[in-house]
């Protein structure tokens, strides 16, 4: 049975930064892509950022990009996200997911399972 936990939540102030590592268990890691996705209160689970098995291809949401970075270990089946320069709006639940291919992808039907969330809070 595959199980992803996150951890590295938190609170912090706007303007700081927080790394949250995600851990897949119990089959393949390195062959499928990984994703990072958030769900603020109230809204929808939204797209952060993925990334493809081998690393050689990420996405971000635009509402991201140049703030966040993602990366893997593929020794440790690890994946990383960095966010930098945090703002309110970033404040939500954050949840990894193995991909269901490869390659990346920014819609939640293409990837599947999921972690159980950690919560990033970002004072202003």
């Known amino acids: 049975q595959v199980q992803l936990v996150e951890s590295g939540g938190g609170l912090v102030q706007a303007g700081g930064s927080l790394k949250l590592s995600c851990v897949l268990s119990?089959?393949?890691?390195?062959?499928?892509?990984m994703g990072w996705f958030r769900q603020a209160p109230g809204k929808e689970r939204e797209f952060v950022a993925a990334?493809?098995?081998?690393?050689?291809?990420?996405k971000y949401a635009d509402s991201v990009k140049g703030r966040f970075i993602i990366s893997r270990d593929n020794a440790n089946n690890t994946v990383y996200l960095q966010m930098n320069n945090l703002n309110a709006e970033d404040t939500a639940v954050y949840y990894c997911?193995?991909?269901?291919?490869?390659?990346?992808?920014?819609?939640?039907?293409?990837?599947?399972?999921w972690g159980q969330g950690t919560q990033v809070t970002v004072s202003s």
């Open positions: 997911a193995r991909g269901r291919y490869t390659v990346v992808a920014d819609t939640a039907s293409a990837f599947g399972p």
């Open positions: 119990g089959r393949t890691f390195s062959s499928y892509a």
């Open positions: 990334i493809s098995w081998r690393a050689v291809n990420t």
